[in-house]
């Protein structure tokens, strides 16, 4: 994972000239994440969790903002999808109880509230887990 995320970074270094890339190291000094940008932000974090998804990937569209920032020019990405994103940040949430995983459940209950698709990829992670 680490070579993996070096190689990310000097590749974002390379093509955008003047682009901060700030390493984040665990207690172990492993590796953890690229945070690129100062003051619009953007994380890379890989997800270590060997479950897989629940749903089928979605293509979404990267914000022009975004492209900018890590130098690309393509219209969409793959993402998970926003059940499986969402069964996640539930778990997370659990697990962690970090403030900013609980304000993200909020924030689901408050717009589309927990669906059943949700429901259902909630459950298989927590199996997973």
Request: glycine share 6%; with cysteine.
């Amino acid at each position: 994972i680490e070579a993996t995320l070096l190689r990310i970074q000097t590749d974002i270094e390379r093509h955008n000239r003047g682009v901060v890339v700030n390493q984040k190291r665990a207690k172990n000094q492993q590796l953890q994440k690229l945070i690129v940008g100062q003051a619009e932000r953007i994380k890379i974090e890989p997800n270590e969790v060997l479950r897989g998804s629940v749903y089928s990937p979605e293509f979404r569209p990267l914000s022009p903002k975004a492209q900018a920032l890590l130098g690309l020019a393509v219209g969409e990405v793959q993402m998970l999808s926003f059940e499986d994103l969402y069964a996640g940040k539930i778990c997370a949430a659990l697990d962690r109880q970090h403030p900013r995983d609980l304000f993200d459940v909020y924030l689901l209950y408050q717009h589309e509230g927990i669906t059943d698709k949700i429901k259902s990829a909630f459950v298989v992670y927590l199996a997973s887990a």
